[in-house]
C-alpha cells in the first residue's frame, strides 16, 4: 500500500497570509495527486486534480504543485471561508488520504 | 446540476447487514465510475469502493473486502453499497462520490460528493 503523509497535522494562520501544505507518497505516483476542503459538518470537495489542475469553480488562489512523491498545496491570500481541513488523495492505485491538515485561524 | 443523496443508514448491530443507497441526478450516471468513501467520528477520509461506469469492474479497500459489496442500476441512476458482517469500526459518515479520470489518471479523483449517512454499528 501506498502511505501518504501531510504536514503539518495542523497549521494557524490569518486572513491574507499565505499557506503551503505538504503530502508526501511513501513511493512514486506520477501526478495522481488530488486536494480537498473539507468544512466541519460538510462534504468534502474537490480543489485540485493531477497534482496541479483546478477544479471548475475553485479560486485561483488555490494551487497545487509536485510529481513523484513530493506534493503542495498553496493557498496565495487566505480568505475566512479556507479555515478548514485539507486532505491530499493518491490515484496511483486503488485511492488513499492522507491525514489531513486542520487550517485553523490565528 | 449534479447532485448526489446517500440514504439508508442507521443504527445496526454488530454482524448484521445494511444496504445504503445514493440516488444521483444532474449528469449522465452511466458514464462515470462512482466511490464510496467513510469518515469515522472525528477522523480522517477512508476510501471503500469504487465501480466502473458499467459496473463490470469493482475495487475494495483491504478492511471491507469479502464484507461489502459495491453496485449500480444504471436504469435507475443508482449506487448501492451493502454491508455486510458489519463491525463496530465500521461507523462513519458514508460519502457516495462521482469518480473521475479513471482509467486514464489511474483511479482518478472524486470531483461531486453527497451530503452523506451514518451508519452505526453498537449493540
Known amino acids: 500500500d501506498i502511505q501518504m503523509t501531510q504536514s503539518p497535522s495542523s497549521l494557524s494562520a490569518s486572513v491574507g497570509d499565505r499557506v503551503t501544505i505538504t503530502c508526501r507518497a511513501s513511493?512514486?505516483?506520477?501526478?495522481?495527486l488530488n486536494w480537498y476542503q473539507q468544512r466541519p459538518g460538510k462534504a468534502p470537495k474537490l480543489l485540485i486534480y493531477?497534482?496541479?489542475s483546478l477544479q471548475s469553480g475553485v479560486p485561483s488562489r488555490f494551487s497545487g504543485s509536485g510529481s513523484g512523491t513530493d506534493f503542495t498545496l498553496t493557498v496565495s491570500s487566505l480568505q475566512p471561508e479556507d479555515f478548514a481541513t485539507y486532505y491530499c488523495q493518491q490515484g496511483y492505485t486503488t485511492p488513499g488520504f492522507g491525514q489531513g491538515t486542520k487550517l485553523e485561524i490565528k | 446540476q449534479v447532485q448526489l443523496v446517500e440514504s439508508g443508514g442507521g443504527v445496526v448491530q454488530p454482524g448484521r447487514s445494511l444496504r445504503l443507497t445514493c440516488a444521483a441526478s444532474?449528469?449522465?450516471?452511466?458514464?462515470?465510475?462512482m466511490h464510496w468513501v467513510r469518515q469515522a467520528p472525528g477522523k480522517g477520509l477512508e476510501w471503500v469502493a469504487l465501480i466502473s461506469h458499467d459496473g463490470n469492474k469493482e475495487y475494495y479497500a483491504d478492511s471491507v473486502k469479502g464484507r461489502f459489496t459495491i453496485s449500480r442500476d444504471n436504469s435507475k441512476n443508482t449506487l448501492f453499497l451493502q454491508m455486510n458482517s458489519l463491525k463496530p469500526e465500521d461507523t462513519a459518515v458514508y460519502y457516495c462520490?462521482?469518480?473521475?479520470?479513471?482509467?486514464?489518471?489511474?483511479?482518478?479523483?472524486?470531483?461531486?460528493w453527497g451530503q452523506g449517512t451514518l451508519v452505526t454499528v453498537s449493540s
Open positions: 493531477d497534482a496541479s
Open positions: 462520490a462521482r469518480g473521475n479520470g479513471f482509467g486514464y489518471r489511474g483511479y482518478g479523483w472524486g470531483d461531486y
Open positions: 444532474g449528469f449522465t450516471f452511466s458514464s462515470y465510475p
Open positions: 513511493q512514486s505516483i506520477n501526478t495522481y
